[in-house]
Every structure is written in C-alpha cells, then in structure tokens.
C-alpha cells in the first residue's frame, strides 16, 4: 500500500514536471517565433536601405549614362528585395520611354522604399 502510494506521488510529480516544461516550451516557442519575424523584417529593411542607396549613388548622383555593370547589380539587387510593390515600379522605370516618365517612376520608388522602411520598424 506504501509503496503505491509512494509510486502515485511519484507518477503525479513526474506529471507536473512535464505540464510544466511543455507550458516553458511553448513560450520560449512563440518567443523564438517573434524574435524571428523581427529578424526578417530587419533584413528586409536592410536589403530596401541597401538597395535604395546603390540606386542614389549609382543613378540618381551619376554624371553620365549608367553602365551595364552597374544596371546589373540594381537589378540583382531589387530582385534580391523579393517585394512585388518595388519590382513593378523598378520595371516601370527601366521602361520609361521619356524623361518625365523615368522622373515620375524615381518618385514612386522613393515613395515606395520610405514605405516599406517605415512599415517595417
């Protein structure tokens, strides 16, 4: 009798621990989860503010027309970005067929990348 007893606290102890450590599990599990969304976003504001600079430094500040080297990497990089709004605008700009075109298209890229940095945060 003592000894079913003796087994039964054993048995419920044991069972306590395991309710226990699974409650622990899932809250460091939805931690983990949370600080990897964070990290995605953060790479993805990384890869738009890395983007957007080479697209100021490379085109917006160039002194002459942009070689093909340069228009390469840009658009390696925007599709590196994997962000649908930007690609559109990107194609828009690079099939501008009139300057004013191509100037209308920087501003909504802009506008684009200030968005999504901003909604990112």
Do not use: C, H, P
Not at 4 to 27: D, H, K, P, W
Not at 54 to 62: E, Y
Not at 73 to 92: C, G, P, T, Y
């Amino acid at each position: 009798m003592n000894k079913n007893r003796a087994s039964l606290i054993f048995f419920v102890i044991l069972l306590a621990g395991n309710v226990f450590f699974a409650f622990e599990y899932f809250t460091v599990y939805g931690e983990l989860q949370k600080i990897k969304s964070e990290q995605a976003k953060i790479e993805l504001n990384q890869k738009v503010l890395d983007f957007a600079s080479l697209f100021i430094n490379k085109v917006l500040q160039a002194d002459k027309e942009v070689d093909f080297e340069t228009r390469l990497s840009l658009e390696n990089a925007v599709r590196d970005l994997k962000d649908k709004e930007i690609m559109a605008e990107w194609e828009s700009f690079t099939s501008s067929k009139t300057e004013l075109e191509a100037q209308n298209s920087v501003k909504r890229l802009l506008g684009i990348f200030i968005t999504k940095i901003q909604n990112k945060i």
